[in-house]
């Protein structure tokens, strides 16, 4: 049993080394790539932020380049939705490579921490946590990129509605937004603009769009078009009319903070008081905290106590996170 789990180990590391190597071979091999890579330098003149993201192939971005590879990611639970996130955090890698990049990093936490002969349980916690790292990442990059998103739409809206005054037509007011803008809001529209121009329909292109910016505001947005144009109706002031509301939403958003700073302070004190008292009592007495390390009454106590700090953050994170 000793060497089960050593071999099982050794054995995972090296299928994701191979795969890893493999993709990078065949992403340097793929003859679409200097195609690419030309058509993208011509579309982009304008500057650095809009490099590499009017990809179109990101829209329809497969599990892995490898057939086998690629039947097998399908068949994990949840793949789509983590291939969504690679997409809405403007990854450039697709999912078999961060899969395999997370287990081995979790495999390799998990070897130095068994050289050292760290304790079990920490070695564990340690390892899933390590493979958890590039998604961890991706998360933060995807928030980030929304709420830049979220706080360039209404100046977007406005500059559409301005050009539809001036006697545009709609795709013209969106290549204008995708011309004016930065990252992220700027290549999203350039997308669209691209999409149009290869014959889809305004509509399913700004569909499009919500699927890639899930949030509220790109749904206001893309529902306020489409029902201009089912119904008909003065667009620019539809659109002047969301941006207004969309900024009416920023403000009261603030107004929620400024009021609820006490209490995400105190929820931060919660989780983070006790862990600085045990850590004095360690340095100043360890006698004092050898007994929650050691006997299985004290690690009980820890696991209690730390149930319960989860629960009181919880808590007040619920009282002060309202949806506007």
């Known amino acids: 049993m000793d060497i089960i789990i050593p071999a099982l180990i ?23 790539r200097a195609t690419v890579r030309k ?19 990101k829209q329809k971005r497969e599990f892995s380049g490898s057939s086998i590879m690629q039947r097998l990611y399908a068949l994990l639970p949840g793949a789509e939705a983590f291939n969504k996130l690679l997409i809405q955090s403007n990854c450039r890698y697709n999912l078999g490579t961060v899969v395999l990049t997370s287990l081995l990093l979790g495999v390799v936490s998990l070897l130095i921490l068994m050289y050292f002969r760290v304790s079990f349980p920490v070695t564990m916690a340690a390892g899933v946590f390590a493979a958890f790292v590039p998604w961890l990442i991706l998360l933060r990059r995807r ?33 204008m937004v995708a011309e004016e803008f930065g990252n ?37 947005f893309t529902m306020g078009v489409a029902l201009q144009r089912e119904t008909g109706g003065n667009l620019a002031e539809i659109l002047d009319n969301l941006a207004g509301i969309i900024r009416e939403r920023f403000r009261l958003e603030n107004k929620v903070k400024i009021l609820s700073a006490e209490s995400r302070l105190t929820a931060w004190a919660m989780a983070i008081i006790p862990f600085l008292v045990l850590a004095a009592l360690h340095i100043i007495n360890p006698k004092h905290t050898q007994f929650l ?5 004290g690690r009980t106590a820890v696991l209690v106590a730390l149930i319960m700090i989860a629960l009181g953050v919880l808590m007040m994170r619920k009282m002060i996170n309202f949806k506007i």
């Open 39 to 57: 058509r993208l330098r011509s579309i982009n003149q304008r500057g650095e932020e809009h490099q590499a993201v009017t990809d179109i192939r």
């Open 143 to 175: 928030n980030g990129l929304l709420e830049k998103y979220r706080r360039q739409l209404p100046e977007a809206a406005s500059l559409i509605a301005r050009s539809l005054r001036a006697g545009h037509a709609l795709p013209t007011g969106l290549g």
């Open 184 to 220: 992220p809001i700027g290549p999203a529209f350039a997308e669209v603009v691209e999409e149009i121009n290869y014959g889809g329909s305004i509509n399913d292109a700004l569909k499009n769009l919500s699927l890639r910016f899930d949030i509220q505001e790109t749904h206001f």
């Open 293 to 297: 390390m050691e006997d299985p009454t």
């Open 10 to 32: 050794i054995f995972l590391v090296t299928i994701a080394v191979i795969e890893l190597f493999s993709m990078a071979v065949r992403n340097a091999r793929d003859p679409n």
